[in-house]
């Protein structure tokens, strides 16, 4: 018989788990608390019950800690977006979690760990999928993240961490959207803001009447809205209305053009200090040539380019080596090379160097790095998940790299996402 809790129940925090929640114990089982502190005694309302432990939600905090704050967002209580905006000093958390995995997992800390880097922690977010969803008992459509611990779009007014020139207003978005004639067949929407201006990705599962797009049109012209829509996978994308039509970013003073679904860094002022930091740590010279892994656009590899002999850089998908090519050439960089390559499938790299950067996804780089037959003078990686940059780093050991040091980056402020930036020597 599954057992019966009379909610709401007190939980008492001992602990913090990796993501920022409170950890507590009631009747003998974890309890994972989102909004508790060690220290506190929260009441709490379960969202989740699993074999092993519970998940629940603090509804009042007794005898908060000294560690607590109180939220800047109105909407913090409800949204899903951000998860640490109570908590005083977030990134002292973050970095515990990082060596925590690297002790963990790879059995080692490194020699050196270095300042973490953090810039505005509002307003700092360029790319956002925003869910869409028309709610009539909400009065009409909704556009937001997701609530906390539940699958319904928040009922959000504005977001204080999107860039203000869609975050402080996302009444507008819900304006543009609720005439509509297919409005509940509209999904969700892409918001991406680049130097030159604001796109939307518009994702409809039907098409839209006359009337739709004309209304489409001048909302782009009355709003400054790049408008795009996307009635099927990313394939699909096309440019509908306003301008700018092509979409850039400038950082290390080259010009990097993107699509409003290219993987760019959401964090602007964050990424221009990586490209710096990646640059001081690699150490380039005249006579380096550079191994780069999972390149995207260009993002580094344009900027080593600029100080190496060469820069042999591999990327999975075409389109974005595409566009990497066309950034290279459209900013006079000519010693950048890009190579269309499945890293994970297809790990043997076609030419090496003696330096190597790389800035893998979330799921790291597991198989190209068991099949490195290179000895690289220097290894800077990117990490966008402790754990799987913690696996790696234990991978790169056994091949005879030490680590050299560690640096966390605030990429996502108030959030449990940890960035960092690991420097292997020989």
Not at 189 to 211: K, M, Q, T, W
Not at 219 to 228: Q, T, V
Request: include cysteine; proline fraction near 5%.
């Amino acid at each position: 018989m599954a057992r019966r809790i009379k909610e709401p129940i007190e939980v008492s925090i001992d602990n913090l788990s990796h993501e920022g929640r409170g950890v507590g114990r009631v009747d003998g089982k974890t309890v994972f608390v989102h909004g508790a502190l060690p220290g506190e005694t929260a009441l709490s309302r379960i969202t989740k019950r699993r074999r092993q432990f519970d998940e629940a939600l603090a509804l009042e905090v007794r005898a908060p800690a000294a560690a607590r704050i109180a939220p800047r967002c109105q909407h913090f209580d409800i949204c899903g977006g951000c998860a640490l905006q109570h908590m005083k000093d977030p990134l002292a958390h973050k970095q515990n979690v990082l060596l925590e995995l690297l002790a963990h997992h790879a059995d080692l800390e490194p020699d050196q760990v270095q300042e973490p880097i953090a810039k505005s922690a509002w307003g700092y977010r360029r790319k956002a999928r925003l869910g869409v969803k028309h709610v009539a008992k909400k009065g009409g459509v909704l556009v937001g993240f997701r609530e906390r611990a539940k699958p319904f779009i928040a009922d959000l007014t504005s977001c204080e961490v999107l860039h203000p020139v869609v975050g402080a207003d996302l009444i507008e978005l819900r304006r543009l959207l609720a005439p509509l004639s297919i409005v509940r067949q509209v999904p969700q929407i892409e918001v991406a803001v680049a130097d030159n201006g604001v796109a939307l990705v518009i994702r409809h599962l039907a098409p839209f009447s006359a009337a739709d797009l004309a209304w489409l049109h001048s909302a782009a012209r009355a709003n400054n809205y790049s408008i795009f829509l996307q009635p099927g996978n990313e394939d699909t994308v096309v440019h509908f209305s306003g301008e700018p039509k092509n979409l850039y970013y400038e950082a290390d003073d080259i010009r990097f053009s993107f699509e409003p679904l290219d993987f760019t860094q959401v964090n602007f002022e964050i990424n221009q200090a990586l490209i710096a930091l990646v640059i001081d740590e690699l150490d380039l010279g005249p006579t380096d040539t550079v191994v780069e892994l999972f390149c995207g656009i260009g993002n580094f590899s344009l900027p080593m380019a600029k100080r190496a002999a060469r820069v042999l850089s591999y990327e999975g998908e075409s389109r974005l080596i595409t566009r990497a090519q066309q950034n290279a050439e459209a900013n006079g960089v000519t010693k950048a090379e890009f190579f269309v390559q499945d890293l994970y499938n297809d790990p043997h790299l076609q030419e090496c160097g003696n330096k190597l950067m790389l800035d893998p996804p979330r799921s790291g780089a597991q198989q190209v790095l068991v099949n490195l037959n290179n000895d690289f003078d220097r290894i800077v990686y990117v990490s966008c998940n402790p754990v799987t940059l913690a696996r790696d780093t234990a991978i790169l050991s056994e091949k005879g790299y030490r680590l050299s040091s560690v640096r966390l980056l605030d990429m996502f402020p108030h959030t449990a996402h940890v960035e960092s930036c690991a420097v292997f020597d020989r």
